[in-house]
């Protein structure tokens, strides 16, 4: 695999994220659009003219032939903290902007934080370096989502396309819905992760070792500089760019696996995870901007493998999606929209995967008779 910072450059696209902000706070308006027309419309046209990238990296290439490639994950923190707490205090003490162009602004550093940010924080917080996992866990704390760390490793890596796995989305389950239900179950099912694990180690949830308390620790201090800096303001714009990239996150988990549900064994267990309980995408520019995360299968089957090595998949072996996620997530945000172009696929996964399974109900607790027109 090619190494250098040449080799590497195309995945620091998201830099490009950063002059964005930095213009749409001085210029106000509707400048802050340019975020969101960056990360989904600029890079979905990009996909339509590089087409796809279906060169497999040599896997076995050396941790330092990477350095390049893990650069930007690592150097995105101080990148992003500068944004959120940079625009907070010009918000606030510039008398520049607007209301509405303070919520537009911090739309777009939401856009910023949940397209990049917590994307590399999942890179961040599958290696094993504790310096990276501590950047994964303050990449988290600037979205107030901390508990994805335990909901990934925990649950959604052993329980993906069960009905265990609270982020795997039901077919026919639109993303509204699925976004209420995650923003309910994944806190608790994180939580329960981890009492299980104290439990099974003799140790009350009480314990230092429950990382419920770092997470706390780091968000309750992500808030108080927010309200330092910015007072109330300050305070409801970070909570605002926090949502904006939670929605964000769930959008791409919404696209990830739904519809896909793992054989059931009976007694509880499920058929092991394979390349065909992901969605996929080979689009090249998308790929670049998500460090390989539309490589979603080879994730799976190697969640500690870094994003520069993951492996991608022909569609015997995986499902295809017709777009890449920026695009495939803007979809998802129109539930009829979504089921039109995405069921048919699902339904074609079932016959090529599972053409035994003519019940699909028990696999799927979501799933409603829908009409013709939207199947």
Request: proline share 7%; net charge positive; glycine share 6%.
């Amino acid at each position: 695999m090619p190494a250098g910072p040449r080799a590497a450059l195309p995945f620091w696209l998201s830099l490009g994220m950063v002059p964005l902000v930095i213009l749409a706070a001085t210029q106000g308006g509707w400048w802050f659009l340019c975020l969101p027309a960056y990360g989904w419309l600029m890079v979905t046209l990009m996909d339509a003219a590089l087409g796809l990238n279906t060169a497999n990296p040599d896997p076995q290439t050396p941790e330092r032939d990477l350095i390049w490639y893990r650069a930007i994950t690592l150097i995105w923190f101080p990148i992003q903290f500068c944004l959120i707490f940079g625009g907070i205090w010009y918000a606030t003490h510039s008398g520049h902007l607007s209301g509405w162009e303070k919520v537009g602004l911090f739309f777009g550093i939401g856009v910023a934080s949940g397209t990049i940010g917590i994307v590399y924080a999942h890179e961040l917080l599958h290696q094993r370096n504790p310096l990276e996992r501590w950047l994964g866990d303050l990449l988290l704390a600037s979205v107030l989502y901390s508990h994805f760390r335990t909901e990934h490793l925990l649950v959604h890596h052993s329980w993906v396309g069960t009905p265990r796995d609270p982020v795997t989305a039901r077919y026919n389950e639109g993303f509204h819905r699925f976004f209420l239900r995650v923003l309910r179950d994944c806190p608790r099912s994180a939580w329960r992760a981890e009492s299980n694990r104290l439990r099974r180690a003799n140790r009350p949830v009480t314990d230092r070792r429950n990382p419920f308390w770092r997470y706390a620790a780091l968000q309750g201090a992500m808030l108080a500089l927010a309200a330092l800096i910015g007072g109330w303001l300050g305070l409801a714009l970070f909570v605002w760019q926090a949502f904006v990239a939670v929605w964000q996150l769930e959008l791409t988990n919404y696209v990830e696996h739904y519809g896909l549900t793992r054989r059931h064994l009976g007694a509880g267990k499920y058929e092991h995870v394979r390349p065909h309980h992901s969605w996929n995408a080979a689009h090249t520019a998308s790929n670049w901007l998500l460090i390989n995360l539309q490589r979603h299968s080879d994730h799976h089957y190697k969640p500690d493998r870094r994003f520069p090595l993951l492996q991608t998949y022909d569609r015997d072996q995986a499902p295809q999606l017709p777009l890449g996620y920026p695009a495939m997530t803007f979809m998802a945000m129109v539930p009829p929209l979504w089921r039109r172009r995405v069921n048919p696929r699902v339904r074609a996964w079932r016959q090529q995967f599972y053409p035994d399974i003519q019940d699909w109900a028990p696999y799927n607790r979501a799933e409603t008779p829908m009409p013709r027109s939207a199947l």
